[in-house]
């Protein structure tokens, strides 16, 4: 598996350099598996987002569909990716205050990583609680 920093992800999207974009290209065509870090996405969205290329919403939406559609990428955490961009997809603003802004999708990444990781941690404490209570059951018997 190789993991791809942002520049590599981005040329490959964007195509804007002939030498680098063909580097990127013939690495996502190979049968090697890309991995795709949760940082290198939202730092890819935050620039398609930005002042050079000004995506919109529903680009950003498109292209990181596109991307789940890649075979042989990975992503980090691919269900909190999933997650996150159908939460994405829904949202509008949230309201902070009185005033209303903009949701963007590293901060709705992060909330579902969040989720996830303490979802998991507090399986294992259930686990651990559990297997605590059938071994004081053992040893009383």
């Known amino acids: 598996m190789i993991a791809v920093d942002t520049n590599v992800l981005l ?19 190979s049968q090697n598996k890309i991995l795709i870090t949760d940082i290198v996405l939202s730092e890819a969205v935050w620039t398609l987002k930005g002042k050079r290329f000004k995506l919109q919403k529903e680009d950003l939406i498109q292209v990181i569909n596109q991307l789940f559609k890649e075979p042989n990428l990975e992503f980090e955490d691919g269900q909190s990716v999933w997650r996150a961009l159908n939460i994405y997809r829904t949202i509008e603003f949230i309201k902070v ?25 507090m399986a294992l404490l259930m686990v651990f609680i559990h297997s605590i209570k059938l071994f004081n059951k053992l040893i009383i018997f």
Request: aromatic share 6%; net charge positive; proline share 2%.
């Open 97 to 121: 205050g009185s005033k209303k802004k903009d949701v963007d999708f590293s901060d709705i990444l992060i909330l579902e990583k969040s989720k996830s990781i303490i979802s998991k941690k």
């Open 11 to 29: 040329h490959y999207l964007l195509q804007d350099d002939k030498p680098q974009s063909s580097k990127a290209n013939k690495l996502f065509a």
